[in-house]
């Protein structure tokens, strides 16, 4: 049973707050902190919070909570860890750990000197499907993974700090492009290191300096390339998908429209449908479970399990220093139109390059390339000659 104190009453806030609270859970939310005491109170009054605050250092220190789960805008992220690490504390921080690497680096490094706890609250490395697929991954199913594409896109952000660049730290791509990088390097391992980034990122729609829209590629030291679209210009709703493609195999996952929950009204109910949704009646796709969808679920079971056996959770603070090192290499590739290294001081995985193409013996004289049944119901076989690297064509009838 942990008791935490949330540091933010906004739209993560209320997510984080109704998964700790949910489903009879032994876990609560003790102490609250909103910048204005009315705020403060009335998010205590909604959720049977005990304890309220406007003073952020009082909530971070209330002996009463093990844990502070930061909910705050990117901003304030670095100044709250502090906090927490000088109070000792335990310390969950929401995604992006930092508006850049350096400033995610500060906070691991106070983390790890204070020798607290630390969790890096990527929820989409945890939804039911993500976990089902690294599963999969990690049984071997799709062989060596050479792509994993991560998209999300919606039509912008619910409150004004996104949307200015010295408090958010940048557009689209530090806000979104973050959670999918992280999941590209899930499935692609996270023990690979990411080596350099080619990234695109404009200002196509709103009159803002950062990038509403932002494509990149991320190249890794397997060979895998791992690639993030995100936008805030897209219209339709919130598009969450991943594909994944190995040497064996290939994944695709739809996490929030079209999974099989698709309604037509004409009239609407009155309200929300699901986040990000733009529309209310016609064809839209509700969302029955939207906690559990988006992962928070599974992110807060292990997060908290791993607080409590005192063992590392799946993401923690060094997983976002990496993602914020990919990051600003993205951001610099935007710049220079070129491929830019991936600047990561701290590499804790493999040193290891990549296994490269890997050769299957068709016979003494022949490496197999590809084998297809043709429309005539004939086999064709493309080889290559080991002798002189001929590729050559065969077909059985
Ligand atoms: N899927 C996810 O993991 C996910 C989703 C949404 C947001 N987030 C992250 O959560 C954080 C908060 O985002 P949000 O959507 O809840 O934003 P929000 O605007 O809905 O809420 C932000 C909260 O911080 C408070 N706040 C704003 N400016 C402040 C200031 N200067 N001082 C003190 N408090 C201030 C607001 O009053 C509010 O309580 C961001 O880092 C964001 O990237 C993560």
Known sequence: MAQITMLGTGLIG??????????????????VYSRTEERARSFAQEWGIPTWTADMAAAIRDPQTDAVVIGLPNHLHEQAVQLCAEAGKAVLC?????????????MLDAVEKAGVFHGYLEDLAYTPKTLK???????????????????????????EWFWDKAQSGGGALVDMGCHCIEVSRNFIGKD???????CWGATQVHPIEAEDSTIGLVRYASGAIG???ASWAFRGGMDLRDEITGTAGTLWLNHWQR????????????????EKAEGATGWIFPVGDEIGTLGYLEMFTDMLDAL?????????????????????????????????????????????AGA??????????????????????????????????????????
């Not at 976002?320 to 600047?343: H, L, Q, T």
């Not at 043709?374 to 064509?393: C, F, N, S, W």
């Open 94 to 106: 929401t995604k992006p750990l930092g508006r850049t690497a350096a400033e995610a680096k500060r």
């Open 259 to 274: 999974t099989g929950h698709e309604m037509f009204t004409a009239v609407g109910e009155g309200g929300y449908v699901a």
């Open 14 to 31: 209320r997510f984080y707050t109704q998964t700790l609270h949910g489903q009879r859970s032994r876990d609560r939310v003790q102490v």
């Open 308 to 352: 409590e056996a005192g063992r590392k959770p799946m993401e923690d603070f060094y997983d976002g220093y990496v993602v914020n090192a990919i990051m600003d290499a993205a951001y610099r590739s935007i710049e220079s139109k070129r491929w830019e290294p991936v600047d990561l001081a701290d590499w804790r995985g493999s040193a290891e």
């Open 227 to 229: 690639q993030f679209e």
């Open 356 to 397: 490269g193409v890997q050769l299957t013996e068709f016979d003494a004289d022949h490496y197999l390339i590809k084998r297809e049944t043709m429309p005539d119901g004939r086999t064709r076989l493309i080889l290559k000659e080991k002798a002189g690297g001929k590729i050559v064509q065969r077909v059985i009838d």
């Open 192 to 198: 690979v290191r990411p080596l350099e980034v080619m």
């Open 133 to 159: 697929a690294l599963q999969s991954i990690q049984n071997g199913a799709l062989g060596r993974v050479l792509w994993a594409r991560s998209r999300e896109t919606h039509s912008g952000p619910h409150s």
